[in-house]
């Protein structure tokens, strides 16, 4: 047996103004997928899957890019193209799995999934089995569902099992092939914006204990809950379930109605409270033990946000902490000064808020370079295994803060950056980063506590302020009296 593999992935911020260009992707072919093998990611988990069955994977080409603004049509076409030449030249193979995000914008195109799904699905014909897995922040449509033969989007956040996915879908395609059956997926939107909403605590556990109960009825494959993607202009917002079954359409429809009644039932839930960075800073201080984490959910890089904002950092600074790390905001021009000087030079600096004046004003400071690193690293928690290139890091030492600075967006999954620089979490009072929930396998159970600041940010909870120009039906809470046929 032959089983393709290829993936577009992309989380599209359409509030970033610059677009995503071709070079900005990370991108794999041939061997290189392959080498992907034992990781926890969805490609590594498809070649995994296909060799533990005996399967001879077919990698063609996978493409992914840090969360950043609308994809430029010609990059999209070109990998596009590439993926469906890849797949003609390929034949023959028994399956194809395709990796993809569930959040892709492509310029003119809103709906970047469906578009691929289609396409495949037209080149390889009906008869060939087609499945799909997804981060669970899509904005997915039944028209995307339509073209494939089942919908695996990872059901936590952090996302610690996209590989698990990966080894579901694989093991779907060799179902339908030694059972020959044809299974049906069906797509439920809920008219309702979910902030990010972790699975491992609060109502975002609650409901996922839910859908993995309904997962378990007889003849349901797979119920997959997207959370959605707010930080997106596109009419496809919303927050949505997909119910893969084994060929029963009225049990998928059923399934997926009553899951999203529950998430219509819960909406309030979703609501949370982000405290100022003063007040995080606050309450973080009168813990007894450490750390304590303060994640900066408003700039992280992770939603599309630029990483440079200052508005946590300043707050430190001004508070005088005497035991306190940060970990990482985005500054090349300040890493390049750092490297010129070299360790144990005193530097000037103009650090951070580059990017718009949203994020904060730039700090300007005297600084202590105590340590630079090249920032190649290997992920430790979520995507464990994987190749983490953030590029070169600076630890510089400002008024007894010890801060990391970086030269490539990325929000903080570990501890790798701190560890990196010689930073030691678990010897700091207050450990701040940037980031919505990934942090949190690697750091919820480290920290004494976790406290959440939302300031002024691309990707903060309070997205009721976003406009929504392209939005043309009703969603709560956007408006408070939206309704939802239930």
Request: charged share 25%; aromatic share 6%; proline share 5%.
């Amino acid at each position: 047996m032959r089983i393709a593999i290829a993936s577009i992935s992309h989380e599209t911020n359409t509030y970033r103004r610059e677009q995503t260009q071709a070079s900005d992707f990370r991108q794999a072919r041939g061997e290189q997928i392959l080498k992907s093998r034992g990781n926890a990611t969805d490609i590594g988990g498809f070649v995994t899957a296909c060799e533990k069955r005996g399967i001879e994977p077919l990698p063609i080409l996978a493409v992914g890019a840090e969360p950043s603004g609308t994809i430029a049509r010609q990059a999209y076409e070109g990998f596009k193209a590439e993926i469906l030449d890849g797949l003609e030249n390929a034949r023959p193979y028994d399956g194809v799995v395709l990796g993809m995000h569930g959040a892709g914008v492509v310029d003119g195109i809103d709906d970047l999934e469906a578009d691929l799904a289609e396409a495949v699905r037209h080149l390889i014909g009906e008869g060939t089995p087609l499945v799909a897995t997804f981060d669970l922040h899509g904005n997915v449509s039944q028209r995307m569902a339509d073209a494939l033969d089942g919908v695996f989007a990872c059901h936590q956040y952090p996302h610690m099992d996209p590989h698990e996915r990966s080894n579901e879908a694989v093991a779907l395609i060799v179902r339908m092939l030694e059972e020959s059956f044809r299974p049906t997926t069906v797509v439920e939107t809920v008219p309702l914006l979910v902030p990010m909403t972790t699975t491992f605590v609060g109502p975002g556990k609650t409901m996922l204990a839910e859908m993995l109960e309904a997962e378990l009825e007889a003849g349901v494959i797979d119920v997959s809950w997207f959370h959605g993607f707010p930080y997106a202009d596109i009419d496809l917002v919303g927050t949505h379930v997909a119910v893969t079954t084994e060929g029963d359409r009225g049990l998928a429809e059923a399934v997926a109605k009553r899951m999203g009644r529950r998430l219509w039932e819960s909406r309030a839930s979703f609501r949370p409270h982000g405290l100022t960075p003063e007040e995080a800073i606050e309450s973080a201080l009168l813990e007894k033990e450490g750390p304590v984490v303060i994640n900066e959910t408003s700039d992280n890089p992770g939603c599309g946000a630029p990483g440079d904002g200052t508005h946590l950092l300043r707050a430190m600074l001004d508070a005088k902490l005497d035991s306190a790390c940060f970990g990482y905001i985005v500054d090349r021009d300040v890493v390049n000064q750092a490297t010129t000087a070299g360790v144990g030079a005193t530097i000037d600096i103009v650090l951070g808020a580059k990017y718009d004046d949203l994020h904060g004003e730039p700090i300007r400071a005297i600084a202590y370079i105590k340590a630079i690193h090249d920032g190649d690293l290997t992920l430790q928690a979520m995507f464990r295994g994987a190749r983490w290139r953030i590029g070169p890091l600076a630890r510089l030492l400002v008024d007894g803060i010890d801060i990391v600075v970086g030269s490539r967006r990325s929000q903080t999954f570990d501890t790798e950056p701190f560890l990196a620089v010689g930073i030691d979490v678990t010897r700091y009072k207050i450990v701040a980063l940037k980031s919505s929930h990934h942090f949190r396998g690697c750091f919820q159970d480290l920290a004494a506590k976790i406290i959440t600041t939302d300031p002024p940010g691309l990707t903060t909870h309070r997205i009721n302020g976003f406009a929504r120009e392209n939005l043309r039906h009703s969603v709560w809470p956007l408006d408070a009296e939206t309704q939802y046929d239930q």
